[in-house]
């Protein structure tokens, strides 16, 4: 049987060695405040950058109302009743009916 090589300073180095703080598990995604808005980098057509900024400072609170609205009406046609979730009723879409 071949004894292994020991080198005592590298023993000794690796066992004063400090070991690697372990990073603390990020919190899940879904945790987010309801309304919270995350910063993302987007790449937008000159021409569509351009007309939302026409009107000046908000531009990128008008570009998230338009994705909303799409995202509302994709939402809608994919429920094909037209009915509003629990959870989407507001003042928005009240038809003053009642």
Do not use: C, H, Y
Not at 10 to 25: G, H, I, L, M, T
Not at 32 to 43: F, K, M, N, S
Not at 65 to 85: K, M, P, Y
Request: aromatic share 4%.
């Amino acid at each position: 049987m071949a004894r292994r090589p020991s080198d005592p300073r590298a023993a000794a180095e690796a066992a004063f060695k400090p070991a690697r703080p372990v990073a603390p598990p990020l919190p899940p995604r879904s945790t987010a405040a309801p309304g919270a808005r995350e910063q993302v980098t987007l790449r937008i057509d000159s021409d569509v950058l351009e007309l939302f900024q026409e009107d000046g400072a908000g531009w990128q609170d008008r570009i998230n109302a338009a994705l909303r609205e799409t995202v509302r009406a994709q939402l809608a046609a994919r429920s094909g009743d037209g009915a509003i979730r629990v959870d989407e009723l507001s003042g928005e879409n009240d038809d003053g009916a009642g």
